[in-house]
């Protein structure tokens, strides 16, 4: 999308009108504007799974960075350091959390070469029965049925991105207690 002097002056005062606490320029200024950060995330994001999860967390970014911008000053500088900040910052928490995470697949591959009698299934099982009904429903249709993030969501009647974070937070909760059952085992 190119930009004109207008458009930037056109986003500058729905900044302003925003400050101010409209809430219809603020909308306005967001939906005019998602497409631009959207893109600006989309080709400084390799890993595709991850585009609409960083560009949640630049818009989050965003809004709370808003009060911050200098009606004094032009506004494209100030947005552009703003998303920009805000990728790489999305982009370094990513970075850390896969670095500390260990993929749910893992669990399931150990599961698969233990013998029965150490009970391994069964804790497994028993995890996914104590995480709430979304994440568990998210996790068993991507992992235990095997289906696309596409068709689950589809079969759902939510986003990509929801079942995405259905998913994320089942998993965090299933390291979470199985790392705990282990633990206690031990």
Not at 24 to 47: D, G, Q, T
Not at 58 to 87: E, G, M, Q
Not at 114 to 140: C, F, K, M, S, W
Request: glycine share 4%; no cysteine; aromatic share 10%.
């Amino acid at each position: 999308m190119d930009f004109n002097d207008d458009q930037w002056q056109t986003w500058t005062q729905l900044m302003r009108l925003t400050q101010g606490g409209d809430k219809a320029a603020y909308e306005r200024l967001l939906v005019e504007m998602s497409p631009v950060v959207f893109n600006f995330v989309r080709k400084r994001v390799f890993n595709q799974d991850h585009v609409e999860d960083v560009f949640q967390e630049v818009l989050l970014t965003f809004h709370k960075a808003k009060h911050s911008y200098r009606t004094d000053l032009p506004f494209p500088p100030w947005f552009f350091a703003v998303i920009r900040n805000a990728v790489w910052a999305a982009l370094k928490k990513n970075h850390r959390i896969g670095q500390r995470e260990v993929p749910l697949e893992d669990f399931f591959d150990i599961a698969a070469l233990e013998t029965a009698e150490d009970g391994i299934d069964d804790r497994i099982h028993q995890a996914l029965g104590a995480i709430p009904g979304i994440n568990r429903q998210a996790v068993e249709m991507l992992k235990l049925k095997g289906m696309s993030v596409e068709t689950a969501a589809k079969t759902l009647g939510i986003s990509q991105a929801a079942l995405r974070v259905r998913a994320h937070r089942g998993y965090a909760l299933l390291k979470k207690i199985l790392k705990t059952q282990v633990e206690k085992s031990e």
